[in-house]
């Protein structure tokens, strides 16, 4: 599958009137849109073939097939994503126990944790990561900018229907990395999927996992990767079919007239290649 983008970057002020702007071209309301994003790291060379191992993991076969090639020769970081809400975050606690904790010094180590008064605990109970669904997605480096006015790049999805995704990744040689949330709205344009969204990170100096968290921060404490705290508007169309060069040319096109259409509003335009860059280095 082929994927083709514009993008632009919008500052916090621009953020409510562009929504507004959106709802009205796509004829919708915004969808709420809070993702997690798991990253896995390869630890095999480019010409280990694949052997996944424990048995079906309820991964479409017609689909991994296509991933493998795609992969080929190359080594990428892969994505495990998966939509949550903001309820699947934990809460803050309302430890506020200061006075009680003086009470009683005998206490205190029972009462270390809630020290912090008010301070922010993953809370497990929130978010069930075994019920969670998740799709495992690759992204293609770019193709060289120049031959089209729009990023183009190879791209796969697959949902992961049953299992424990990350020992299925952990059997086909890759290793969790990091992650990171996606928040934002999204929009349905036509052909169009008009994504308006900042990437959010967990709080910083907390320890490294090896392994995706169980339990998840409160999602006040999730912080913006731009401290200004901008917003990107992704504008992107998926082609079924990229060898043929009319579905390219349509989804192009339609590109295009959006670009011309928001125009005086916000600059959209090819993406940084570099900065898409999915390769492990």
Same mark, same amino acid.
């Given at each position: 599958?082929?994927?083709?983008?514009?993008?632009?970057?919008?500052?916090?002020?621009?953020?409510?009137?562009?929504?507004?702007?959106?709802?009205?071209?796509?004829?919708?309301?915004?969808?709420?849109?809070?993702?997690?994003?798991?990253?896995?790291?390869?630890?095999?060379?480019?010409?280990?073939?694949?052997?996944?191992?424990?048995?079906?993991?309820?991964?479409?076969?017609?689909?991994?097939?296509?991933?493998?090639?795609?992969?080929?020769?190359?080594?990428?970081?892969?994505?495990?994503?998966?939509?949550?809400?903001?309820?699947?975050?934990?809460?803050?606690?309302?430890?506020?126990?200061?006075?009680?904790?003086?009470?009683?010094?005998?206490?205190?180590?029972?009462?270390?944790?809630?020290?912090?008064?008010?301070?922010?605990?993953?809370?497990?109970?929130?978010?069930?990561?075994?019920?969670?669904?998740?799709?495992?997605?690759?992204?293609?480096?770019?193709?060289?900018?120049?031959?089209?006015?729009?990023?183009?790049?190879?791209?796969?999805?697959?949902?992961?229907?049953?299992?424990?995704?990350?020992?299925?990744?952990?059997?086909?040689?890759?290793?969790?990395?990091?992650?990171?949330?996606?928040?934002?709205?999204?929009?349905?344009?036509?052909?169009?999927?008009?994504?308006?969204?900042?990437?959010? #990170?967990?709080?910083?100096?907390? &320890?490294?996992? +090896?392994?995706?968290?169980?339990? !998840?921060?409160? =999602?006040?404490?999730? @912080?913006?990767?731009?401290?200004?705290?901008?917003?990107?508007?992704?504008?992107?169309?998926?082609? #079924?079919?990229?060898?043929?060069? &009319?579905?390219? +040319?349509?989804?192009?096109?339609? !590109?295009?007239? =959006?670009?011309?259409? @928001?125009?005086?509003?916000?600059?959209?335009?090819?993406?940084?290649?570099?900065?898409?860059?999915?390769?492990?280095?």
């Amino acid at each position: 599958m082929h994927e083709l983008l514009l993008f632009a970057q919008v500052p916090p002020l621009q953020h409510n009137q562009l929504l507004k702007i959106l709802a009205g071209v796509a004829g919708m309301q915004p969808h709420r849109v809070v993702e997690r994003h798991l990253i896995f790291k390869p630890r095999r060379s480019s010409g280990q073939s694949w052997a996944p191992v424990g048995g079906s993991q309820g991964v479409q076969n017609s689909q991994t097939q296509a991933l493998q090639g795609q992969l080929h020769n190359e080594l990428f970081y892969l994505q495990l994503v998966g939509e949550v809400s903001e309820s699947s975050f934990g809460s803050r606690t309302a430890a506020n126990v200061k006075g009680s904790e003086h009470e009683d010094l005998d206490m205190r180590e029972n009462d270390d944790d809630e020290e912090g008064g008010g301070r922010e605990q993953p809370n497990g109970n929130k978010h069930q990561q075994e019920k969670q669904a998740w799709s495992l997605e690759f992204r293609d480096f770019p193709e060289v900018p120049g031959r089209r006015p729009v990023t183009s790049r190879m791209m796969s999805s697959v949902d992961i229907v049953a299992g424990d995704a990350a020992a299925f990744l952990d059997s086909l040689g890759y290793s969790y990395a990091s992650e990171y949330v996606l928040e934002g709205q999204r929009f349905i344009h036509q052909n169009l999927i008009l994504l308006l969204h900042r990437v959010m #990170q967990f709080p910083t100096g907390e &320890e490294f996992h +090896s392994s995706p968290r169980k339990g !998840l921060h409160t =999602f006040e404490s999730v @912080m913006p990767l731009d401290p200004s705290g901008a917003y990107v508007l992704q504008a992107s169309i998926r082609i #079924q079919d990229g060898s043929k060069p &009319e579905s390219i +040319s349509v989804g192009i096109n339609e !590109l295009k007239a =959006f670009k011309e259409m @928001m125009r005086g509003v916000v600059d959209l335009d090819v993406g940084d290649r570099l900065a898409l860059d999915t390769r492990v280095r």
